[in-house]
Nanobody
Framework: QVQFTESGGGSVQAGESLDLSCVVS????????MGWYREAPGKQRELVAT???????TYAPSVKGRFTIVRDNDKNAVRLWMHSLTPEDSAVYYC??????????????WGQGTQVTVSS
């Protein structure tokens, strides 16, 4: 069983900043990639940013240069700093973890999601 503790998000004006935090806990062997995905109304869930256990990062082109993802492996935590937000960034943001279970199989886990709303 894997639990997610997500925090952050909320409503801001265009141009402002927000940060999202996620801590993963549970009976797991390790965590591979962690990251954030988002889902806007009527759209498919899309990658925002991911970070590997070795701190290699990947960003969606639409957020590159504005968002920064960081990770604390000791705490199984990931944080997303979001700057220069636009209304197009409005969505439900989901924390993701590729967890290696005690059986050494890898499974994708998702947080419950947190709403980010950016007003123009």
């Amino acid at each position: 069983q894997v639990q997610f503790t997500e925090s952050g998000g909320g409503s801001v004006q265009a141009g402002e900043s927000l940060d999202l935090s996620c801590v993963v806990s549970g009976k797991i062997y390790s965590i591979g990639a962690m990251g954030w995905y988002r889902e806007a109304p009527g759209k498919q869930r899309e990658l925002v940013a991911t970070i590997t256990a070795r701190k290699s990062t990947t960003y969606a082109p639409s957020v590159k240069g504005r968002f920064t993802i960081v990770r604390d492996n000791d705490k199984n935590a990931v944080r997303l700093w979001m700057h220069s937000l636009t209304p197009e960034d409005s969505a439900v943001y989901y924390c993701h973890a590729a967890a290696v279970e005690l059986t050494l199989s890898t499974r994708d886990y998702w947080g419950q999601g947190t709403q980010v709303t950016v007003s123009s």
